[in-house]
């Protein structure tokens, strides 16, 4: 599973099958992040985060 984070957009990519992408009313505080699982137990066998640099970050 693949999730990318930018300001107000959240884009989640599964099993190179399945997208989804959703807009959110406000901007996200990326520094935290919580993983949620209903209807049974989820096991993460890794969990790698990467910072995106803006374009403003790149200049």
Known sequence: MRILIEKDMVEMFV??????AARLPRE???????????????????LR???????NELA
């Open 15 to 20: 099993n190179d099958r399945y997208a989804l």
């Open 28 to 46: 996200l505080d990326t520094t935290a992040l919580r993983l949620v699982a209903t209807g049974g137990d989820v096991d993460f066998e890794e």
């Open 49 to 55: 985060v990467f910072h995106l640099l803006s374009m």
